[in-house]
């Protein structure tokens, strides 16, 4: 069964992978960038290389909630259902504190609220599947991560290292607490995972400033990766596998690691009431930007 997939931050990296894999088994894609050149000639790229020639692209500033809002109306001006959303886009920020045009620190904006409010936005789309599915992507970092729940803009967390792994560990709480609502208002046909890519060789986090500890360790890693030949179509394993195969239609709430495993992330910091303040804060902060078609 072809299915229609949106991929976001997929004109490089793990994202152009899992775009290309799923051409190739002859999905209808749609890739997410921010410049239009560019994923101009990725969709190009994708095309020769695959033979699929229903690949498409859409334009929009993960940072700015008001882009991922235009985006969206775009989205439904041209396609009636979504049956995959992968919110691959994600970074890790320099330890200089970025705050968005919507008063968010920049690696909330990114790796949590974006792929919240996109998710909410077409979730009216992804019900309209048979078997819609969300996969949010999160990181190794995310077990190291002490949140403080007074401080959910990270307004005192001085390096980009520690908020990009807090920000992981927030986007597992409400991958599990989007299910959970699910489950409970009786939509079984959207399931909500989480993947993890693992260690390979892609430039992530090469051009960030973290300090001279974190910068060279982001470089050694990718030394080594590329070294035990770590190969970046790794990455997009379990991306490809959540969105495509049979073996987990149904299952959801769940992380995944690189090998396609359903294991359990860290839980140290984790109780009910946490995840549900992280996910009411957030939703808050999203209320301009959401409308009553998207809230379940």
């Known amino acids: 069964m072809k299915k229609l997939i949106m991929i976001t931050g997929a004109t490089d990296g793990i994202g152009k992978i899992t775009a290309t894999e799923l051409a190739q088994k002859g999905h209808h894609i749609i890739i997410h960038g921010r410049n239009e050149e560019k994923a101009k000639r990725v969709v190009s790229e994708i095309k020769q290389e695959t033979g699929n020639q229903n690949v498409d692209y859409l334009i929009a500033d993960l940072f700015s909630m008001q882009a991922i809002v235009e985006m969206v109306k775009r989205f439904d001006q041209k396609y009636d259902y979504l049956d995959v959303l992968i919110n691959n886009a994600g970074a890790v920020l320099d330890d200089k504190r970025f705050v968005t045009e919507d008063g968010f620190e920049g690696t909330l ?11 909410q936005l077409l ?57 959970m609502m699910l489950q409970k208002t009786d939509i079984d046909n959207v399931t909500v995972n989480v993947s993890h890519p693992g260690a390979v060789a892609t430039n992530f986090g090469q051009n960030s400033d973290n300090g001279w500890f974190n910068d060279f360790i982001y470089k050694a890693s990718l030394k080594l990766a590329k070294l035990l030949k770590l190969d970046p179509k790794k990455g997009a394993v379990t991306n490809v596998y959540l969105a495509d195969s049979q073996d987990v239609k149904g299952i959801t709430g769940k992380f995944f690691n690189n090998k396609k495993q359903q294991i359990k992330p860290a839980t140290k910091q984790w109780t009910a009431e946490k995840e549900q303040i992280v996910w009411d804060y957030y939703m808050l902060k999203l209320k301009p930007w959401l409308n009553e078609d998207s809230l379940i």
């Open 123 to 179: 979730l009216p789309k992804l019900r309209q599947s048979q078997d819609g599915r969300i996969i949010n992507m999160s990181s190794g970092t995310h077990r190291l991560a002490k949140p403080n729940m007074n401080d959910l803009n990270l307004e005192k967390v001085a390096s980009g290292q520690a908020r990009y792994g807090i920000a992981k560990l927030f986007v597992i709480w409400n991958t599990q607490r989007l299910a």
């Open 109 to 119: 904006a990114l790796n949590v609220m974006a792929p919240l409010l996109l998710t």
